[in-house]
């Protein structure tokens, strides 16, 4: 099994983006079915260890399909380097008492959702779990655009095709460039995948034609021919003549 991890959230449309995340145990991507539930509930209690018997509340959730509910304390770090944990602070509306910060995790919905400000500011995480078979297994490598335009929680673009070899697309992703100014912050994002399904995306085959344009024109991602949205690059670069002939 493979778990994929999709977290949204901001304070608002200037920087709500969509971060993935490829989850490991043991240092592989490949998960047993057993394993799953303590792989959310590793991944989710390493925030969080002032919160008692975490793992096995996350796990009761799961088993359940129940909500866990709890407050979000703030790190502090005293003059010895010492880390204590600070409550948050709490109101009262309606005679309910509400928590500034607070985490709460849905077994039944794999997703856990953090909030900040008495829920001004909040993010998501859901858990995607895929059973890939052996011989569709591809790692996919993108340099994925975080909130670059209102309404656009995240833009992922490929400049390599689907990896075979898990080792090669690490040593890749490894050495990707980003891009630095004039865009929207960017990163890095590697993602197991099933080459079956991608390949037929439209967002697959939009990226493969950019690519092969890249290839004729001579252009590479880094140069100024390069726009975000892949459709906006597709088209420059038709107008774009091959570097050889317009020499």
């Known amino acids: 099994m493979y778990i994929t991890t999709s977290t949204y959230g ?82 009262e509306s309606d005679g309910q008492t509400c928590l500034e910060r607070e985490a709460v995790f849905d077994g039944s919905k794999r997703t856990f959702r953090r909030e900040y400000a008495f829920g001004q500011v909040s993010y998501i995480t859901s858990y995607h779990v895929e059973d890939i078979p052996d011989d569709q297994i591809g790692y996919i490598v993108t340099e994925d655009f975080l909130a670059p335009f ?11 095709d689907i990896f075979d070899d898990e080792d090669a697309a690490q040593c890749y992703a490894d050495d990707l460039k980003l891009h630095a100014s004039g865009y929207p912050t960017s990163i890095v994002t590697f993602l197991v995948c099933n080459k079956g399904n991608v390949t037929q995306q439209e967002w697959y085959q939009q990226q493969k034609e950019a690519m092969q344009l890249m290839e004729e024109k001579e252009q590479t991602y880094l140069d100024d021919s390069f726009r975000i949205f892949v459709k906006s690059h597709i088209e420059n670069l038709k107008k774009l003549e091959c570097r050889k002939e317009a020499a």
């Open 10 to 91: 901001g304070i608002d449309w200037h920087d709500s983006r969509t971060i993935y995340e490829q989850l490991k145990i043991g240092g592989s991507y490949n998960i047993r079915a057993n394993d799953v539930p303590q792989a959310i509930a590793d991944d989710i209690a390493k925030d969080f260890p002032y919160v008692e018997n975490i793992r096995e509340k996350i796990l009761q959730a799961l088993s359940g399909k129940t909500c866990f509910q709890f407050a979000i304390k703030e790190e502090e770090t005293d003059n010895e380097g010492n880390v204590t944990y600070k409550d948050c602070e709490t109101s």
């Open 150 to 160: 209102k309404g656009a929680p995240m833009v992922q673009r490929l400049y390599h």
